[in-house]
């Protein structure tokens, strides 16, 4: 069992930035592809952001040139620096592990106008 622990959201200002950090418990995260997602109100929860084990990153296009996902293996951590924030980013982001699947608990990220 692995458990997932955001932290770092937080409300913050149009133009502003925050950083998200994922802690995962055990011992697979180096080899885990990880992720980022994100659930408005009213809304389907979207993939925001990828990291796979060796490093390479995808990200959606609203937040392409905005938003930097990393991993350090040593902390068995995930990271998404988030720039540029927009009120459209508003959500609550989720931390997930793809194979085999866990989630985190979500940390919410309000983006004021």
């Known amino acids: 069992q692995v458990q997932l622990v955001e932290s770092g959201g937080g409300l913050v200002q149009a133009g502003g930035s925050l950083r998200l950090s994922c802690a995962a418990s055990g011992n697979i995260f180096s080899v885990a592809f990880m992720n980022w997602y994100r659930q408005a109100p009213g809304k389907q929860r979207e993939l925001v952001a990828s990291?796979?084990?060796?490093?390479?990153?995808n990200y959606a296009d609203s937040v392409k040139g905005r938003f930097t996902i990393s991993r350090d293996n040593a902390k068995n951590t995930v990271y998404l620096q988030m720039n540029s924030l927009k009120p459209e980013d508003t959500a609550v982001y989720y931390c997930?592990?793809?194979?085999?699947?866990?989630w985190g608990q979500g940390t919410q990220v309000t983006v004021s106008s």
């Open positions: 990291i796979t084990s060796g490093g390479n990153t």
């Open positions: 997930n592990m793809a194979y085999p699947a866990f």
